[in-house]
């Protein structure tokens, strides 16, 4: 169990691996990455959620909980070098165009595989949600808009009506499902691969979905919606650092309807990633407490409030009926209750070094205050690399980290990130978790995500990987603290 023995691992997104054509995607490279991971004395691989993303690539605003972004699909299998080249993946100058050009390379693998592979069990196996998935997707690029401005019937999912609609559509809906089957059975190997090797896969399970999702549309009641449109939104109240707070925007739960469901939404995406996972994190778990909701014509978050989120109930069922081990991301406004629901499941929480030190006060972020069963990291993928952070200028904050780690004032950022590495290796957390940014001492360009920041997130990807021997270096980490299990 994740709890209970020492382990260290890499944050390193399947996009982000590298790649001669595009983005990273479920290829070759993933099995060169997991072999040195295993080199690196590494046995934890921390992926971001695979979730399709719906608006400026973010894999947190996704249009399902359940299907795999179509983008991963690796079409150098499918096609050759004279298909491929009227497609240009190599030359795009940022991921959205990259995303436009794969899914013409896509349709055309789609006529080629379509009648090479028997979908049914994969099909019956995820009737739960692939039909619908497929049927959104498919309603979408028909008529160019939001579920809620999908004609009525379809909009209302009239039995009769989706019945006509799966005859009427049945190639491209059977399209849909055959990229999910292909992208399935590659991960499954891939995922197979890493676990043989000693590697767990740590993946990342978004709280909230867009209204605009194959989520919502198949299981409307599940929301507070009214009209098809949401009552409240979800969102973060106004701080030091936005005082009009954050307007995310997705729909909140109707935890009444729920909890009446037995938690079936819930139960179902659980099952869902507990077969792409070993791990998952619970993002934004402070909402299962309480979470904050703002009503949805307002536009800004300063007139929001805070509702009783389903608390141990919501967190019970979703142990129990997930197969996985679960961590929760217990960041933000972390209240006494939130420590207490974590605590009464033996859930792991996580611990960001670079929150450490802001000020010259004790924190439980510090190493020394760690607990054992915790995840650590330097920083995620929405904070600063350490040595963009360290380039900033902020010498106090500087001078912290170094006071710290027992460092002469004069030594220069690089040393400060071995410190900050071997210091986290050293801690009493039971896992630790690195970025690839901050195990290659990669400065601000290598930042994955500048929370609202609107544009150009999610891009940073690797050129190349280091060799071996950058690798054994920490194999002799894990050795030394202990963390080759």
Same mark, same amino acid.
Request: glycine share 4%; charged share 25%.
């Given at each position: 169990?994740?709890? +209970? ?44 959620? %695979? ?17 795999? +972004?179509? +983008? ?21 100058? +940022? ?40 049927? %959104? ?349």
């Amino acid at each position: 169990m994740l709890g +209970n023995c020492r382990k260290s691992g890499v944050l390193l997104h399947i996009t982000s691996l590298p790649s001669l054509n595009g983005w990273g995607k479920f290829s070759k490279e993933c099995y060169d990455f997991i072999g040195l991971l295993k080199i690196g004395g590494f046995s934890v691989w921390e992926v971001l959620p %695979f979730s399709p993303p719906l608006l400026e690539n973010s894999p947190y605003s996704t249009y399902s909980s359940f299907a795999i +972004n179509p +983008n991963f699909l690796d079409v150098f299998q499918y096609l050759t070098e004279s298909e491929l080249s009227s497609f240009d993946l190599s030359n795009c100058s +940022n991921l959205s165009e990259y995303s436009s050009k794969i899914q013409k390379a896509i349709k055309l693998v789609c006529e080629k595989e379509r009648d090479k592979h028997d979908l049914t069990k994969f099909v019956r196996d995820n009737k739960y949600w692939i039909e619908d998935f497929a049927m %959104f997707c498919v309603a979408k690029d028909i008529y160019k808009s939001p579920w809620y401005r999908f004609p009525e019937k379809l909009r209302n999912r009239q039995k009769s009506y989706l019945e006509k609609f799966k005859k009427d559509y049945k190639k491209e809906i059977e399209d849909v499902i055959l990229i999910q089957y292909l992208l399935d059975h590659k991960w499954k190997d891939i995922k197979a691969y890493a676990n043989k090797q000693g590697v767990k896969i740590f993946g990342d399970a978004p709280f909230y979905v867009e209204l605009d999702s194959a989520d919502v549309w198949a299981n409307k009641n599940s929301w507070k919606l009214e009209n098809d449109k949401p009552k409240l939104v979800a969102g973060v109240l106004p701080d030091y650092f936005n005082s009009d707070g954050q307007l995310w925007g997705y729909p909140v739960y109707d935890y009444v309807y729920l909890e009446k469901n037995n938690y079936e939404y819930f139960v179902k995406k659980f099952k869902r990633l507990s077969k792409l996972y070993d791990i998952v994190r619970l993002d934004h778990f402070v909402a299962f407490n309480k979470y904050y909701a703002i009503p949805s014509n307002h536009k800004n978050a300063k007139r929001g409030k805070w509702y009783n989120g389903a608390k141990e109930k919501l967190l019970k069922k979703i142990i129990d009926s997930a197969s996985c081990e679960i961590v929760a991301e217990d960041l933000g406004i972390v209240t006494d209750d939130v420590i207490k629901l974590k605590n009464k499941f033996y859930t792991p929480g996580i611990k960001v070094l670079l929150f450490a030190f802001d000020n010259d006060s004790d924190n439980m972020y510090k190493p020394h205050n760690y607990e054992k069963n915790c995840v650590a990291y330097i920083g995620t993928h929405d904070n600063d690399t350490l040595m963009g952070l360290l380039s900033t200028g902020c010498w106090d904050k500087i001078n912290r980290f170094k006071r710290y780690f027992q460092m002469p004032l004069e030594r220069g950022n690089e040393e400060v990130v071995n410190n900050a590495i071997i210091n986290l290796y050293r801690s009493s957390a039971n896992t630790v978790i690195f970025t690839m940014q901050d195990l290659l001492k990669l400065g601000s360009e290598a930042r994955m995500n500048v929370p609202g920041k609107a544009k150009g997130n999610w891009e940073w990807k690797l050129k190349n990987f280091p060799d071996e021997s950058f690798f054994s270096k920490f194999c002799e980490l894990s050795d030394l603290y202990a963390r080759n299990n």
